[in-house]
């Protein structure tokens, strides 16, 4: 795939969850459209800057792109960063939560839509992605309390 239609591609998906995230944050949370959208767009912006460096830099280096988008958002609103109150500013008005009923809508689609060939493989591959989907949630949740009672958040 070239570069330009990497681009193209990646912009029209960063499009579909600007107006997911848009929905979601006004719909959930009450905040105005203009804060939701100013909000959305910075952190679509920071995941498609990060996912183009990412492209480019996977000739010399063998990285997720997911290193990348957080490297960037990292860089943008670390206190050095010029930009880093409006940065901190916008993305305050952005609930991460807010698309997670759509993106577990999507999850189950995709999952549904495959789940046929899944179920070939066998019972025993269905038991281990249970343990292995409950596992990641709990120590997830254990990790996330630890860090917050640490921190003194709870």
Known sequence: MSFKDFFVNRLGLMLVVWVMVIVANV???????????????????????GLLIGKFVSRWVKLPSMIFVALTGALLACP?????????????????????AALGAFAGIAIGKDFKDFAKA??????????VIAGTFFFSALVADIVLKVTGQI
């Open 122 to 131: 066998g019972w025993k591959y269905i038991i281990i992605t249970i343990f």
């Open 27 to 49: 719909v959930g949370y009450g905040v105005t459209i203009g804060q939701a959208a100013a909000g959305s767009a910075l952190l679509c912006a920071i995941g498609l800057i």
């Open 80 to 100: 050095l960063s010029p930009i880093s109150s409006t940065v901190m500013t916008l993305a305050n008005y952005s609930s991460f939560m807010a698309p997670t």
